[in-house]
């Protein structure tokens, strides 16, 4: 059954992780979906995989206000239906256009973009306006939005339809976007299982600034220290190196136009940055002097005090859990093993993560539970036979 208050068909421009992933999951929803990707490789791997069909219509043709006369919008079933619905899933420096392009290619549709900044598309869509490329009504049905789901892994050949459930979407609607525009962008956001954030375009920048460009940055910045580092050094690494530079893997390609794209609000965090380290680096320029050691202390303690405001399960801050780390041995089986007698003491998972000892072929569980249930758990586990930290 085709999903509720959603324009079909949706056409999806861009076949990457996101937007196989997203056609993924509103197939999966019953809605009739269509693809189109400048690379062919990229959108067969998408067909393939069931994301959507081929879009029959030409876009290569130069749109015009009342669609592209190249672009027949002629369906394989012969009904001729032009998209609903568009998301542009193009790469972030060509997504502007293409936003412009659907919004002249097919007259009304509505049009949203993934893109994970949003003021310099919603600036690109009103410069449009001014210089008489689109009308405010065309302009009108354009929505930015973002979804703030990833993998690893990039392309088609890694989406998941059930990427992005649970995942924040946050949706940038203008002081005149269409209420219907908003609409259909928040139904895709919920047939996918996404949580809804609504946001201004500035405000949603100056976020994401802070929480996931400037930890890419801090990664990259950290991993490349690594370059030339001697590899018995690294042999002694442990979580906290992995943790603090798991991201700098990502695409260099993408964070350079994700960079650009919001290096204003980058850079406002940048200074603020720079004036921790310059306090910093004169602190340990001589650490024996007075008041150094209270410096340093006190730098921690901020961290403390800005780690603590993060949130974890249900919005809860990490402190609100305690820790039980169990040791398991290095074979198939233990996890499952482990989690099964954590169930059968009736004690609930709040977080999990897992440590591997360095030379030695075991690891560390750490199982995140509610504070009144840590012993209780230490106890059962520890009856079980399970070596408990």
């Not at 290619?105 to 598309?121: E, H, N, T, Y």
């Not at 946050?170 to 956001?189: F, L, N, R, Y």
């Not at 910045?221 to 893997?249: H, Y």
Request: aromatic fraction near 2%.
């Amino acid at each position: 059954m085709a999903p509720r208050g959603l324009p079909e068909p949706v056409l999806i421009r861009g076949t990457g992780l996101l937007g196989t992933s997203i056609g993924l999951g509103l197939r999966a929803a019953g809605a009739d979906v269509y693809l189109a990707d400048p690379s062919p490789s990229a959108q067969a791997v998408a067909e393939d995989i069931g994301a959507g069909l081929a879009y029959p219509g030409d876009l290569s043709g130069a749109p015009t206000a009342t669609g592209s006369s190249g672009d027949t919008g002629t369906t394989p079933d012969g009904t001729g239906a032009l998209p609903g619905t568009v998301v542009v899933a193009s790469p972030p420096d060509v997504t502007g256009q293409v936003v412009i392009d659907s919004l002249l290619r097919f007259p009304g549709a509505v049009v949203l973009d993934i893109a994970s900044v949003k003021g310099q598309i919603q600036r690109q869509v009103r410069t449009g306006v001014v210089d008489g490329v689109l009308t405010e009504a065309q302009a009108a049905r354009y929505v930015g939005t973002h979804p703030m789901a990833g993998r690893e892994r990039s392309g088609p050949v890694a989406a998941r339809g059930q990427l992005f459930t649970a995942a924040p979407w946050v949706v940038c609607a203008g002081q005149d976007t269409a209420p219907q525009a908003v609409a259909a962008a928040e139904e895709i956001a919920q047939i996918l299982g996404a949580t809804v954030h609504r946001m201004s375009a500035e405000d949603h920048d100056a976020s994401v600034a802070l929480i996931s460009h400037l930890p890419q940055i801090a990664a990259s910045l950290v991993s490349s220290r690594l370059q030339e580092t001697p590899a018995a050094s690294l042999a002694l690494s442990g979580n906290g190196l992995r943790d603090t530079t798991r991201i700098a893997a990502s695409d260099p390609q993408l964070w350079v136009q994700i960079l650009a794209g919001n290096a204003p609000d980058i850079l406002r965090i940048l200074y603020g940055v720079r004036e921790d380290l310059d306090r910093l680096i004169t602190t340990m320029e001589d650490p024996t002097a007075p008041g150094a050691r209270l410096d340093i202390a006190q730098l921690i303690a901020e961290g403390n005090a800005g780690h603590a405001r993060i949130p974890g399960k249900h919005g809860a801050p990490p402190q609100a859990f305690a820790v039980v780390t169990v040791i398991v041995d290095d074979t198939p089986g233990q996890i499952s093993a482990v989690l099964q007698d954590v169930g059968q003491a009736g004690v609930n998972v709040e977080d999990l993560r897992m440590d591997h000892s360095a030379g030695h072929e075991v690891g560390m569980l750490e199982i995140s539970v509610l504070p009144g249930r840590k012993q209780e758990l230490m106890d059962a586990l520890g009856a079980q036979g399970w070596k408990v930290v």
